[in-house]
């Protein structure tokens, strides 16, 4: 990961004036684990679904993640499930890991311009979310799964729906993500591109996750989204 910066300076993001969030693992930390929770529901689903065993359940689920971009796509694909049955069972979590977190909220609440949440989850999840670490008032608003037709990110067209609906002017917005193949669209757009990664890199569900030396469609890569931030203030 040579070519990446790890020391943003303000100066690199002073033409910024549209910041576009992921939710999972972005704007809480990996080490946090939520995601998880939802993990071991969406392996339950297909488990219950499709009458396998869970071991075998979750090697699909994880096959339609990386091959389709969601499991859920990859079910409504082949399976032809209910997404909105699907989302809710998925998000049935307990948020009470999360705490609010003030100096993230204030980082986030003095970045000049607009503030989205851009998600592969649904709106309440993200309302949840970010309303646990006290951040849900900073944001313009939240583009989640169901806006985009249920095709994930990172697909072309669903950044076109976002990009569309709001207007946003890709030379002077910047995208903060988890999975390095999530940035890819937004650098061909010209965007400032973040990578968020886990302090250590177990935490990473899948080797597919963790970024590489020539991953040269992300800009940035931090472990802590709210030092990152304050050094743009």
Known sequence: ??????????ADFDHVREWVFDLDNTLY???????SQIDRNM??????????E?????????????EHGTTLQGLMIHHKVDP???????????????????ELAAAIKALPGRKFIFTNGSVKHAQDTARA????DNFDDIFDIVAADFVPKPAGSTYDKFMGLHRVDTAHAAMFEDLPRNLQ?????GMRTVLLVPQNLEHAFERWEIAGEDDDHIDYVTQDLTAFLTKLI
């Open 84 to 102: 909105n049955d699907f989302l809710e069972k998925a998000h049935a979590i307990d948020y009470s890991s999360l705490m609010p977190q003030p």
């Open 1 to 10: 990961m040579s070519k990446i910066t790890t020391a943003p300076t303000a």
């Open 185 to 189: 669209v937004p650098k061909a757009l």
């Open 133 to 136: 670490l006290g951040i849900l």
């Open 54 to 66: 869970p071991e075998e359940a979750r090697v699909l689920q994880k096959q339609y993640y990386l």
């Open 29 to 35: 930390p990996h080490h946090i684990n939520l995601f």
């Open 43 to 52: 392996t339950a689903y297909v488990s219950a679904l499709l009458q396998m």
